[in-house]
């Protein structure tokens, strides 16, 4: 009975590790397969004389740069050239934008190099382009360095009273003259005769194109309007009280905006060169 068992057990025994060694060689040929087929594969990509060495990859900033120096070229192959006025005029628009962001001391000696006309009760500043007048967020004003430009035109004196205020403000996209004044009784003074109409302001401005007739009257009613955008702001717009018919060959009058407010304008073409022409404007109404 014993030896029943054992053969039972020899048997038992045998076959489990027939079973295991079947199991070994089965994993050592499926091990090394897959070994052979990669060298073999390794070996037929690798060519006499090639190069092994793996290309460095493209990081996106590199990527990017490459794009953008692509279309710099194109752009540069496409738009013509600029002429010496539109290589001016871009140069303008970055020096106020210098302007708007230095300290307000820098922008008080450029004022006091730029200033017109110095009496007792006024003076009369160029106005440099794309500063503001009064106080802008973020910007620096014309009124913000009115203080240091006061010191400056008497001599940086310590205790000095003088002070310098706007009177007649222009816009923040306008350059020319600005006035500024002494006292208040000065501006008082001068805000009184621009009310009964007994100061005249004009404007020089260049057009596209040749207006036709050279000479006449503007009478056009204007409205304040909100501007959407990054910066939500408010606008003066045109608001006619005429429009073209469907027909195109005439006019007809609409209701006119409760908010409109009057606009007279005079104009004479100055000069025209180019398609281009230097008008004078002369504000009537005294509306923004």
């Not at 004389?49 to 990081?59: A, F, I, N, Q, V």
């Not at 279309?71 to 738009?79: C, L, P, Y």
Request: net charge positive; proline share 6%.
């Amino acid at each position: 009975m014993n030896s029943c068992r054992r053969i039972v057990c020899t048997g038992d025994w045998s076959s489990g590790l027939n079973l295991l060694f079947s199991g070994v060689k089965t994993c050592r040929f499926l091990g090394t397969s897959p070994s052979l087929s990669r060298s073999q594969t390794t070996a037929a990509k690798q060519a006499p004389g090639s190069d092994t060495r793996e290309k460095p990859r493209l990081r996106a900033m590199d990527l990017a740069r490459k794009v953008q120096q692509e279309k710099t070229k194109t752009q540069a192959a496409v738009e013509p050239p600029l002429s010496g006025q539109q290589k001016r005029v871009m140069e303008l628009k970055r020096f106020s934008q210098q302007l708007q962001n230095v300290h307000p001391n820098v922008m008080a000696k450029h004022l006091h190099r730029g200033v017109l006309y110095q009496d007792k009760d006024v003076v009369i500043i160029n106005k440099p382009y794309g500063v503001p007048v009064r106080d802008d967020s973020g910007v620096t004003s014309i009124s913000s360095v009115l203080p240091v430009l006061s010191k400056l035109m008497d001599g940086m004196k310590i205790r000095s009273n003088s002070q310098l205020l706007p009177c007649l403000g222009l816009e923040k996209e306008t350059t020319g003259a600005l006035l500024l004044v002494r006292s208040e009784e000065v501006v008082e003074h001068i805000l009184n005769v621009n009310r009964n109409n007994q100061l005249q302001m004009k404007y020089w401005v260049v057009t596209v194109g040749v207006p036709v007739p050279s000479e006449g009257v503007i009478d056009i009613p204007i409205i304040e309007r909100e501007v959407v955008g990054s910066q939500p702001h408010y606008k003066m717009a045109l608001s006619p009280v005429f429009k073209m018919n469907d027909a195109g060959d005439g006019v007809t009058k609409v209701r006119a905006n409760r908010q409109a407010q009057p606009a007279v304008t005079r104009y004479r073409v100055l000069d025209s060169s180019s398609g281009c022409s230097l008008v004078e404007l002369q504000p009537l109404t005294g509306k923004k």
